[in-house]
């Protein structure tokens, strides 16, 4: 395939999961080298061309997955590969707070660039990494699923930096499983499907439906999703009772029905994550209660898991995987490992049923889960809970990163589980999933529930404007 992305455009990349997206990233990065063809930067053939290639010549990335680095401050993180130093060659750390400060208001991120950078949210990370990637003015930059984590304010700062690098000359590859993004930002735009190039136009000139037909060959049914059994609802299975938490400024009252999706929604730092790890027992309350059939939680994650609760975190790698373990292995991590782990053939069978199920892109089990997609180890960890028997099952953003076909059947998978009974909780900041998916919707604002609506009769927009801040909101922030 050949693709040519100009200086000052908006190049958007779409594809399935496994379509060939990172490979072409990772080849224009220098990560990996071409069996054919050539690499031509400025007009200039680049060979051989390797990471510190790539990076003399202008060419960054922005990848799905975080790199920050822990325990290093947010400046330091910002600045890393062009730290500040004295006339004497030593590293002042009083000038790269000074310029990571300065990149970062830039960018309108309202962060302390003295903070350690693992005590930040999710979402505050991926706005560190961008302003890192922005501060050395790349030629070309690569976007992959840079709003996975982001809430809609934050897509906002997002938004403005790309137009800003677009109209400075920057050539921008933008990767989204998102349409309403390509055709926000996009100049052109290219389908990848099963590793080659099938469609390549100008966004001016085509709409959302013709770009899913390239996409998957076939047409999608959007929208509000039906449930072929009707749920089964038998009251509350978990509860919390007055509930404090760092991260939340006032107490919640929250009840999770069985047989229902309820969906927490509201921007990064709302309290939406802290009432998913509340429940999923991975956060203990400074003060109420969290129920599950009327009685405390266990205190332990394991004893947890083993209660009947299942947690798909967030930040799949650090929190949800393996990377350097097989399939199987990480599938059978959960309460239904018992002696699978000693019986190699029957677990790499029974884990290639549950990658069937999950409708991932490989049955081979035996597979190390880091040379997956992201897409794809999201089915991994989405599986491990396929295989057990949950009665709730707490989700913090499970389908970032994953194609639009992927989304569909993963929905589809928890509406299954909720007609044989199970509680679904899902904490999501997208919009149209929360309206295609959810029963009942509780907004979150400033770390407080401001609102519960019913989801069936609510549209994304609607959600939007329940999500934006009150007055109160802004007091209690400030």
Known sequence: MSLRLAPGEVHALL?????????????????????????????????????????????????????????????????????????????????VRVAAQRHLDALGVEVDAARRAGDLSAAHQQLIELARVTARQPAVLVLDEPTASLAGDEVEVLFDVVRRLRASGTAVLYISHHLHEVFALADRVTVLRNGALVHQTSVAETDGESLLSHVFAADLDRGRLSRAVPPTRSGPVM????????????????????????????????????????????????????????????????????????????????????????????????????????????????????????????????????????????????????????????????????????????????????????????????YEEISALADRVVIMTAGRVSAEVDGAHTTPEELFALEAPTERDLQETL
């Open 239 to 430: 509860a919390l009772h007055h509930v404090r938490a760092p991260g939340l400024s006032a107490p919640v009252d929250l009840e999770v029905r069985s047989g229902e999706v309820l969906a927490l929604s509201g921007p990064a730092g709302s309290g939406t994550s802290v009432i998913a790890e509340l429940l999923a027992g991975a956060r203990r309350p400074t003060s109420g209660q969290v129920l599950l059939r009327g009685a405390p939680v266990p205190r332990t994650r394991s004893r947890v898991a083993d209660s009947g609760i299942g947690f798909v975190p967030a930040d799949r790698k650090r929190d949800g995987l393996l990377l350097e373990r097989s399939i199987s292995e990480n599938i059978w991590l959960g309460p239904a490992a018992t002696s699978w782990l000693h019986r190699p053939r029957r677990a790499h069978r029974g884990a290639g049923r549950v990658l069937e199920a999950a409708r991932a892109s490989t049955t081979d089990s035996t597979r190390p889960v880091r040379t997956l997609s992201g897409g794809n180890q999201q089915r991994v960890v989405f599986g491990r809970w396929l295989a057990t028997s949950c009665e709730v099952l707490v989700l913090d953003q499970p389908t970032a990163g994953v194609d639009i076909g992927a989304k569909f059947a993963i929905y589809r998978q928890l509406l299954d589980l909720t007609a044989q009974g199970v509680a679904v909780v899902v904490v999501s900041s997208d």
């Open 15 to 95: 594809g399935e999961n496994g379509a060939g997206k990172s490979t072409l990233v990772k080849i224009l990065t220098g990560v990996e080298r071409p069996d054919r063809g050539q690499v031509h930067v400025a007009g200039r053939h680049v060979h051989p061309h390797t990471p510190v290639t790539a990076r003399r010549l202008g060419v960054r990335l922005l990848p799905q997955e975080r790199h920050v680095a822990q325990d290093l401050s947010v400046a330091e993180n910002v600045m890393l590969g062009g730290l500040p130093r004295t006339w004497a060659g030593l590293v002042s750390p009083r000038a």
